[in-house]
């Protein structure tokens, strides 16, 4: 039961990065891209950090802190960065696909 | 069971690296490319992380905490640089 559950966290997690990865790849402008990094990949590695600090505080007797200071970090920093890149390109004035709302004058 | 766990997670997070190393090169302007560097060092993280389970060992995740913060300074160093051509005034 228990390797169920790290198996599925795991499965999500991998699959999740993929798709961030994979929607910075895919989509045609800067700010869709920034939307599969920052949201997508962020909950992967996420739940790949949840799964591995049960793994670790099952196979020994204490709480493994390490992935939770990870996963904070992680999450209090990929908001800054996302939000400094998007003032970035809107400074350098990026070019858009015509279907992007709220078009940079 | 968790061991083909973990190797489809390897392939994942290995085709994650692909996509996002694509786009480091064909990235059409700077902004893309700094958030291709970004998803890399994330996906690097998420690799880190999977080799600590496949080998069982906690030595993984000192070197995953020293590529989060290096690769957060980096992004914001390089988009300081975009936004006012300077990092630090």
């Known amino acids: 039961m228990f390797e169920l559950i790290l198996s599925a966290l795991i499965l999500l997690g991998a699959f999740f990065t993929l798709v961030g990865s994979f929607g910075l790849y895919k989509l045609p402008d800067f700010f869709m891209r920034l939307h599969g990094p920052t949201k997508a990949t ?24 390490h992935e939770i200071l990870v996963t904070l970090f992680l999450f209090i920093t990929a908001p800054v960065s996302a939000h400094l890149m998007a003032k970035a390109a809107i400074h350098i004035k990026i070019k858009q696909v015509k279907r992007t709302q709220n078009q940079i004058k | 069971m968790l061991e083909t766990t973990l190797l ?15 786009r480091l090169i064909k990235g059409p302007d700077l902004p893309d490319r700094i958030l291709a560097l970004d998803t890399l060092y994330i ?13 069982q060992s906690a030595l993984y995740f000192e070197a995953a905490l020293l590529i989060a913060v290096m690769g957060f300074v980096a992004t914001i160093g390089l988009s300081k640089y975009l936004l006012r051509g300077d990092i630090m005034e």
Request: glycine share 6%; net charge neutral; aromatic share 20%.
């Open chain 2, 43 to 55: 996906n690097a993280i998420a690799l880190l992380v999977l080799l600590g389970l496949y080998f």
């Open chain 2, 8 to 22: 489809i997670a390897f392939a994942c997070v290995s085709l994650a690296f692909l996509f996002s190393f694509m």
């Open chain 1, 42 to 65: 962020t909950l992967g590695v996420g739940a790949l950090l949840i799964a591995s600090a049960l793994y670790f505080s099952f196979k020994t007797d204490y709480i493994s802190m």
